[in-house]
């Protein structure tokens, strides 16, 4: 039988009662609006982003790079490819790399701007960001407005035309176009939900009423052939659009994104991850886990736990990435699969996206392990700090000898590029997570937090990781269960209020402090750390250094390496005045150690034989 032909009609119909569920009060800076919908299983709430404000350290650094470039980027050139797709005139210079007007991809970037610029926005209140973000919104709204003169359905909003939707619908070959979708799509809506901008919604809206209409006349057989195609997290940003509305048609588009092939060998625990492209298929677990938290199905439920556990055991680094070739190997093949392609930074970002999502559902410490070990040894490695508009890498290179190359301003824009404009640029949404009037101190950042609502602000003052302690301060005064993440790396960790020692933290746990506070209560977290020496799942004579979560490089400058060097662990001395540099010895002669974020351009080595 031949598939049903897209229906006009159907768009109509859609896009009359998607509008219907645009009445929603915009948020205010950096907050939320009030959801239609409460997440199912979620008991742990984070901050929004103008509640907390980083203080001075290397994650402020990586903003304030990624910032500078939010200011200098041209906002018309990068429309330049949606204005000439929906017939409008535009005489901006054209993107290079992976937005060129001949590559498939274009226009992905447009999304991760949109999404950058309202978390930068709602973090600092700089009403720049919100402007730029005003300016793309309006632009996309005028091309979502104008393709319908192209011959374009209504709603249709790209910066490459409709057909390709027909190739892909008909088994042809094409470069992920709700993929592109979807990146647009997470964006206007993080516009409207951290931006407060009413239009976004609108054109949101009116894209999401036209996916509604693509897939519908789609039977299941061929719908689950388009999702061999790379998709992004439409599952995720449709899901997200229902709990924001309470429109079901959202829910049940998402639904339609149900990747069977992957999901259903995740909900029996069975990994046949191996020869799958790695970041294609986090985003489905992800929108997985969204769609438990909006309909209460636990099998979506396990589906996310289960991966999680899986990529965690048989596909992770040690730097907390995953993939070679950007595709998943054979299960625990760590040792025997290094190379300049591995540990793509998206997948990073995808999987830090699910362990908070996880988190919120499951207040599991090991899930905060993780997203330290990854956020600082890949997402703040891998921006260049002597780039001023804070260039990343694509790949994270384990061979050794690799070294980490970059982006620019206007020629490459690769997937990484996108998600590093997001990544740099939300530090400040896990420090803490809330739940009535129980505080998780997360991470170790230095940053003030002001509790909404409360007359409370937190500083937490530190130079982690080259200091293992922190201090929390107290301002204002009230009932605070505090809890404090206690690490797996540390050993004989201390706690005081006040000076005075609080117990016995054990590791791998939240150290919790119940109490009434007042205002100027001090609260100390000492955390000693040590060297370590992981091995990999597939060669116990090779492995990595460690010193608490920080993974240490061996630095070898402009020297290339054939092999693996063998290191002597045995050997190694800490800097008396720089507890993060080692001297050693190895086969290669003398080597010094440094944390692998601060390694950027020579080359090393993270793994060696032991």
């Known amino acids: 039988m031949r598939e049903p032909s897209f229906d006009r009609r159907l768009l109509l119909k859609a896009v009359g009662a998607l509008s219907a569920s645009a009445a929603l009060t915009p948020a205010l800076p950096g907050t939320a609006t009030a959801a239609a919908r409460p997440d199912i299983g979620v008991s742990v709430f984070p901050f929004p982003l103008s509640a907390v404000r980083l203080q001075p350290g290397p994650f402020l650094d990586n903003m304030n790079r990624q910032l500078a470039y939010f200011r200098f980027v041209d906002a018309d050139r990068l429309l330049h490819t949606f204005r000439t797709n929906a017939g409008l005139a535009s005489s901006a210079q054209p993107c290079g790399g ?25 973090n600092t209140g700089d009403t720049a960001y919100k402007t730029k973000g005003d300016y793309l919104v309006n632009a996309l709204a005028a091309c979502q407005a104008a393709s319908p003169g192209r011959g374009f359905h209504a709603g249709y909003l790209s910066a490459f035309p409709e057909s390709f939707f027909d190739r892909l619908e008909n088994g042809q070959s094409v470069w992920a176009p709700y993929y592109t979708l979807h990146k647009i799509m997470a964006g206007l809506l993080d516009q409207y939900l951290l931006a407060g901008n009413q239009q976004a919604l609108d054109v949101l809206l009116r894209k999401a009423a036209w996916t509604k209409a693509r ?12 999702l061999r195609t790379e998709f992004g997290g439409m599952p995720e940003v449709l899901t997200n659009l229902y709990q924001v509305t309470g429109n079901a048609n959202h829910l049940t588009t998402a639904r339609r994104f149900d990747h069977a092939q992957i999901l259903d060998p995740l909900a029996a625990n069975q990994d046949r991850l191996a020869g799958f492209h790695a970041n294609t298929q986090i985003p489905k677990v992800l929108g997985a886990l969204r769609e438990y938290h909006a309909t209460g199905t636990t099998r979506y439920r396990d589906i996310a736990v289960n991966f999680w556990r899986i990529v965690l055991d048989h596909h992770t680094y040690v730097v907390g990435g995953n993939s070679n070739g950007e595709y998943f190997q054979t299960p625990d093949a760590i040792a025997s699969q290094l190379s300049d392609s591995t540990c793509e930074v998206c997948n990073t970002y995808n999987m830090l996206k699910l362990t908070r999502q996880l988190f919120f559902t499951s207040q599991v410490p090991e899930y905060m392990d993780y ?165 990999t799942n597939d060669n116990a004579n090779v492995g990595a250094a460690k010193y608490g979560p920080i993974v240490l490089a061996g630095q070898y400058g402009s020297s290339n390496l054939s092999a693996l060097p063998v290191l002597q662990p045995g050997s190694l001395v800490q800097d008396p005045a720089n507890p993060l540099r080692f001297t050693g010895t190895a086969s290669t002669g003398p080597v010094t150690l440094l944390p692998f974020y601060a390694t950027h351009h020579q080359r090393y080595t993270v793994y060696w034989r032991l």
């Open 215 to 226: 897939t519908d006349p789609l039977s299941a057989t061929r719908m689950q052939q388009v």
């Open 371 to 535: 997203y330290e070990l990854a956020l600082y040894n890949q997402i703040l490695g891998e921006q260049d700090p002597s780039s001023s508009h804070g260039f990343v890498t694509y790949y994270t290179p384990l061979r050794a000898g690799g070294m980490k190359t970059y982006a620019n301003d206007y020629n490459d824009f690769t997937c990484d590029h996108g998600t590093g404009m997001e990544s740099q640029t939300k530090f400040a949404d896990s420090i803490y997570f809330s739940s009535g009037e129980t505080l998780y101190v997360n991470l170790f950042i230095a940053s003030v937090l002001t509790w909404p609502g409360r007359g409370i602000t937190v500083r937490q003052d530190t130079t982690f990781p080259a200091s293992s302690a922190t201090k929390l301060t107290i301002t204002g005064s009230g009932h605070i269960a505090l809890k404090i993440r206690i690490p797996r790396w540390t050993s004989g960790a201390v706690v005081k209020v006040n000076g005075v020692a609080q117990g016995t933290p054990t590791p791998g746990t939240y150290f919790t402090i119940d109490r009434t506070w007042a205002s100027g209560d001090v609260v100390t977290v000492t955390l000693p750390a040590s060297l370590t020496f992981p091995r």
């Open 98 to 122: 992976w937005e060129s007007p001949a590559t498939e991809l274009r226009g992905h970037s447009t999304g991760h701007l949109l999404s950058g610029l309202a978390q930068a926005y709602a």
